[in-house]
Every structure is written in C-alpha cells, then in structure tokens.
Nanobody, 125 residues
C-alpha cells in the first residue's frame, strides 16, 4: 500500500503565500516523478507542477515564476511553495506520484500512479 498525505492548504488573501507538503509512505522501490495537480469547481484536473527523480521541475504556464516545486528524496516528500497567489489559484490541490512497487504474487516490480486525497486552497480577492 502506498499513501500520500498532503498538508498546508488553507485560506489566504490575494498576493499571499502558502506551502503545500506531501509525504509518500509505503513499500516503495523507487519514487519516480512527483507533483501537484489542481481541480477547480466545474473544471478538469490540471497539472500545476511536477519534478523528476533527478530534480528537474516542470510548471504550468499559469504558475511559472510564482510557484516552486521541490522534493526531499530522503523523506519521500514533495513541496509546493506558492507565492503571489491569485483568486484563480483557488482549487483542490492533489499530490501525485509515480512509483515502483513490489508485486509479491508476480515477483516483480510494477510502476504505478498514486494520488493523495487533496487539500483545499482558497485565495480571496
């Protein structure tokens, strides 16, 4: 079992900052890419930022220059520092990871995607 636990969401005024954290736990052989997605009411879930196991980040155009993603491989954790927040950043933010896990009955590794439960970020104008 792999679990992702997010924290750090909340209510903030426009122009403010929040830092999201996500810790991945479970029996993992390797944690590959990790990242954050968001879903606003009535909209599809979209990628916010991701980071490879080597530390290369990728950002949505809408957040580039305002958000910073980082990871701590020793802790299996990923962070999203969000600055200069705008009302349009309001959404539920989901942590995502791609990880290699051991499939016992097949005696082999398998690469799977996992999601957190989501954390609400609300930016007031």
């Amino acid at each position: 079992q792999v679990h992702l636990v997010e924290s750090g969401g909340g209510l903030v005024q426009a122009g403010g900052s929040l830092r999201l954290s996500c810790v991945v736990s479970g029996t993992i052989f390797s944690l590959n890419s990790v990242g954050w997605y968001r879903q606003a009411p009535g909209k599809q879930r979209e990628l916010v930022a991701s980071i490879t196991s080597e530390g290369s980040p990728n950002y949505a155009d809408s957040v580039r220059g305002r958000f910073t993603i980082s990871r701590d491989n020793a802790k299996n954790a990923v962070y999203l520092q969000m600055n200069s927040l705008k009302p349009e950043d309001t959404a539920v933010y989901y942590c995502h990871c791609n990880a290699n896990v051991w499939v016992a009955y097949q005696s082999r590794q398998q690469r799977n995607d996992y999601w957190g439960q989501g954390t609400q970020v609300t930016v007031s104008s």
